[in-house]
């Protein structure tokens, strides 16, 4: 398998991860924990595990002069990213939040075409165009998506997110090229734990663990895991392979996973003419962002 394919393949991982992400992580806060608490184990657990996978398997050493860099991707990708995403996730509701995202892929495309000089294409902003009514149309219909006094400061929250994220996977490209991926996360996530950590300290010391039932462990567990670990290792892997713009334009696969983990193990929801359209639009917006433009005119 080439390391384009698997980087695809990985961005279907973290995406599917990501749908998933919303309703557990809301399971979990603010009843049981507070939000920078959660922050707080998850980027200490992710970052334990980092380090570990690194000294037993990548002997790597680090150039003095990139670890400024790093601490400030670890400004955009770790403190700013979860810091903002949890907090506004626990005052608004997990659709609010779904929606907020798709504007990811719209500031990606922008940050890239300043920092990287990457190309904005016709055949892009097209894709992302379809891909982004695609996922609108999956997560408006049928849900109740409302902006008010009491959700406004959580979906604006998420908004800011949205761009700290966007300026991570650019800005992280370049170091993808020099170093493994293990390597550029376990300090990205080192810078990141002690900018995290006197917001959440406090907060971390008010959880109260024997009142955790086996469902919140297991939803601790996966968010430190899965949303954390694997999915940044993930994410940030693709970058080696693909530009910025197409890993985010596969953020619109979240409400189309989301819709299928509904349908087919929770047996709550339809697949209907709705949803169906609606994936086939998130699919040809991801395939047009993804193919290369030579490509895709020679294909016209």
Do not use: C
Not at 80 to 103: C, D, E, H, R, V
């Amino acid at each position: 398998m080439n390391k384009t394919l698997q980087a695809h393949l990985s961005l279907v991982i973290v995406n599917s991860i990501y749908a998933a992400n919303f309703s557990i992580a809301k399971e979990v806060m603010p009843s049981h924990i507070q939000p920078f608490a959660f922050v707080l184990m998850r980027v200490f657990g992710a970052l334990v595990l980092f380090w570990i996978v690194s000294a037993f398997f990548i002997k790597e050493k680090v150039d003095k002069k990139d670890l400024p860099y790093m601490a400030m991707l670890a400004v955009f990708g770790v403190a700013l990213n979860q810091l903002l995403f949890l907090k506004g996730l626990s005052i608004t509701k997990p659709i609010n939040g779904a929606i907020i995202m798709t504007s990811n892929p719209i500031i990606v495309i922008l940050i890239a075409a300043l920092f990287l000089k990457e190309k904005i294409s016709i055949q892009k902003m097209i894709g992302i165009l379809i891909g982004a009514i695609g996922a609108l149309i999956m997560l408006v219909y049928g849900n109740n998506f409302t902006v008010g006094s009491d959700t406004i400061l959580g979906d604006m929250l998420i908004l800011v997110n949205s761009f700290s994220w966007a300026l991570y996977i650019v800005l992280v490209k370049p170091l993808m090229k020099k170093y493994n991926t293990f390597t550029v996360v376990k300090w990205v996530f080192l810078f990141g734990f002690i900018y995290v950590l006197p917001f959440g300290f406090s907060e971390f010391q008010e959880i109260a663990w024997e009142a955790f039932s086996p469902a919140i462990w297991r939803d601790v567990a996966f968010v430190v895991f899965a949303t954390t670990f694997f999915a940044y290792i993930l994410n940030t892997y693709s970058l080696r392979a693909l530009s910025p713009s197409v890993v985010s334009i596969y953020i619109y696969l979240q409400p189309f996973f989301a819709t299928i983990i509904a349908v087919y193990l929770y047996q709550n929801d339809d697949l209907d003419l709705r949803k169906i359209t609606a994936a086939v639009l998130i699919i040809l917006g991801v395939y047009l962002v993804s193919i290369p433009i030579k490509k895709f005119k020679k294909e016209s």
